[in-house]
């Protein structure tokens, strides 16, 4: 447990420094390293990745760091996915999805797969982007932000995500937040996503092992603290691009480790 404690401040490091990739982390750490089954690390990283992204969330709105505005046209459309998706269609999902004479894949290494290639469709699109915008829109598309929020609601509840990996580009390519308000926007977002998806896990009796869980999301937080004040050191560019290759980084892992 000691590498998997290890691990939980570096995810707290990357939610602080880049907005997201709380979930891509802990999900696999508590998968492969605490040997906990996938269907209950989602619910495991919604509760980590969720107290941790309230107290980036914070620090971010004292830096004035956070738009508010997009916040909620995000919140209010994606927190009733969320909530449909955990209560409704992850259950209703098959234990196989696949069983052929050569390979079978399973609910849990399908969830898996799936978090991996929304990982690299993410990565691609905030590494091959043009410039950072410097400005916002003159009229913000709250309606089209909505769409996107729908999208990402029901990403988060499907795979345990907070949405950071998916949330940060949309901010960013889509609506036009400079990179660090773009950060602090999406920890608001998956926060209030993460807190409501573990509540609505709750409800399904889901054994939790709160010791160990209390002890990863304390070293996660400190990791969180850690991260913000090391991004206010870095410009938006260099954010982006540290962003975009650590997602891609670890979705190609997580496919890796998945196929073999």
């Known amino acids: 447990m000691a590498v998997a404690f290890f691990f939980a401040v570096w995810i707290g490091i990357s939610l602080g420094l880049?907005?997201?990739?709380?979930?891509?982390?802990?999900?696999?750490?508590?998968?492969?390293v605490a040997g906990i089954k996938a269907s209950e690390a989602m619910s495991y990283s919604l509760f980590?990745?969720?107290?941790?992204?309230?107290?980036?969330?914070?620090?971010?709105g004292l830096l004035k760091q956070v738009n508010v505005k997009v916040a909620l046209a995000f919140f209010f459309p994606s927190m009733i996915v969320v909530y449909l998706t955990r209560h409704y269609v992850l259950p209703a999902l098959?234990?196989?999805?696949?069983?052929?004479?050569?390979?079978?894949?399973?609910?849990?290494?399908?969830?898996?797969?799936?978090?991996?290639v929304l990982m690299l469709l993410s990565a691609k699109a905030?590494?091959?982007?043009?410039?950072?915008?410097?400005?916002?829109?003159?009229?913000?598309?709250?309606?089209r932000i909505a769409g996107k929020a729908v999208v990402v609601g029901f990403l988060t509840g499907f795979v345990g995500a907070g949405g950071g990996?998916?949330?940060?580009?949309?901010?960013?390519?889509?609506?036009?937040?400079?990179?660090k308000v773009a950060v602090g926007t999406s920890l608001f977002i998956i926060a209030i996503n993460s807190s409501i998806g573990f509540l609505t896990d709750l409800q399904k009796a889901i054994p939790i092992r709160w010791d160990f869980l209390i002890a990863?999301?304390?070293?996660?937080?400190?990791?969180?603290?850690?991260?913000?004040?090391?991004?206010?050191?870095?410009?938006?560019?260099?954010?982006?691009?540290?962003?975009?290759?650590?997602?891609?980084?670890m979705g190609c892992l997580i496919l890796l480790l998945e196929l073999l």
């Not at 107290?51 to 620090?59: E, F, I, P, R």
């Not at 196989?96 to 894949?105: A, G, H």
């Open 165 to 179: 990996f998916l949330i940060v580009p949309a901010l960013v390519l889509l609506v036009g937040l400079e990179m």
């Open 94 to 116: 098959p234990a196989v999805w696949l069983d052929t004479e050569y390979f079978i894949i399973a609910k849990d290494k399908g969830l898996m797969l799936i978090f991996a």
């Open 48 to 60: 980590v990745v969720g107290s941790t992204a309230w107290l980036g969330a914070l620090q971010k």
């Open 18 to 32: 880049i907005g997201g990739g709380g979930s891509i982390l802990t999900v696999p750490v508590l998968v492969y």
């Open 216 to 249: 990863f999301t304390a070293l996660a937080v400190l990791g969180s603290w850690i991260g913000n004040r090391l991004a206010q050191y870095i410009s938006n560019e260099k954010l982006k691009k540290i962003f975009g290759w650590f997602v891609l980084g």
């Open 126 to 143: 905030m590494i091959q982007s043009c410039a950072l915008p410097t400005t916002l829109p003159a009229r913000l598309d709250l309606v």
